[in-house]
């Protein structure tokens, strides 16, 4: 186990759980929150004894890391509503801006060359900090690559805050991946939907840090 900070997962959908799934296989307490208590309630229970429901606001106050699995929509929302229980704090942001096109695919929802992590760092509360990460690939994949055996995977991350790049490498560490640093928030468009270094755009897989390196 490498995270030492309070850590808050907060939005059990498919992002939400499968980081929440991961972690509960490290040494790491946490806490997990939805809008639904039942919901985090049950799933905590599958995961075992380190992973402890609670509702939102509470999670918020609670965590020193708060990992937002919610819509890029719902961000600014969040943001101003809990703006001055999230001061100082560390938020992770796994956000893609699409939504659905009518061939069954995804589109940008923001400008072509504009990125989630960007806007999003745009609301950010007082002295909290951005670390985009944890988005870079789909949920299968966020799944079935975690704590592979053999060569990990790479989780891909951004921020402006050196401070804060040991908390955020501890973090995809105990997800089960092997962390990698591509730069600024203002990179943040190369780890969301169609970046080159997103599963779902140039990069098409989950890589390995030697694969990773070629392509920064
Ligand atoms: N799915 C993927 O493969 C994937 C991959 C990479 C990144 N992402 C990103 O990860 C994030 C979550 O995606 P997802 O696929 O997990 O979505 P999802 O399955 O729809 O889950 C979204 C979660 O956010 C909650 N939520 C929505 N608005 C909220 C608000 N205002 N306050 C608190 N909670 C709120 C939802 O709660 P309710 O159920 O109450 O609405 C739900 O628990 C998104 O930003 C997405 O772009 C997704």
């Known amino acids: 186990m490498k995270t030492t900070s309070k850590v808050a997962v ?3 959908g498919n992002i939400g759980q499968a980081v929440a799934g991961n972690l509960a296989k490290s040494e790491v307490q946490f806490i997990v929150a939805d809008r639904n208590f039942e919901k985090a309630q049950k799933l905590s229970e599958k995961w075992g004894n380190k992973v402890q429901p609670n509702d939102i606001p509470a ?4 965590a020193d890391i708060i990992i937002l699995a919610i819509p890029f929509e ?4 969040f943001l101003k509503e809990y703006s001055s229980d999230l001061e100082g704090k560390i938020i992770v942001d796994p956000s893609n801006p699409i939504a659905p096109d009518e061939n069954g ?4 929802i923001i400008g072509e060359k504009e990125s989630a992590g960007e806007i999003i760092s745009s ?9 985009k990460a944890l988005g870079t690939l789909g949920v299968e994949s966020l799944m079935k690559s975690a704590y592979k055996t053999s060569e990990k ?10 401070s804060i790049n040991s908390d955020a490498e501890d973090l995809i560490t105990d997800i089960g991946f092997v962390p990698l640093k591509i730069g600024g928030i203002d990179q943040s468009v190369r780890i969301e939907v169609f970046g080159d270094l997103h599963e779902f755009g140039a990069l098409g897989k989950p890589v390995t840090l030697a694969e990773a390196k070629k392509k920064l």
């Open 105 to 108: 695919g995804f589109r940008k």
């Open 123 to 131: 609301f950010l509360p007082k002295s909290a900090k951005l670390v």
């Open 74 to 77: 719902a961000f600014e929302g």
């Open 10 to 12: 907060i939005g059990l």
């Open 153 to 162: 995977a790479v989780l891909f991350y951004a921020t402006d805050d050196e």
């Open 59 to 62: 999670a918020v106050k609670y």
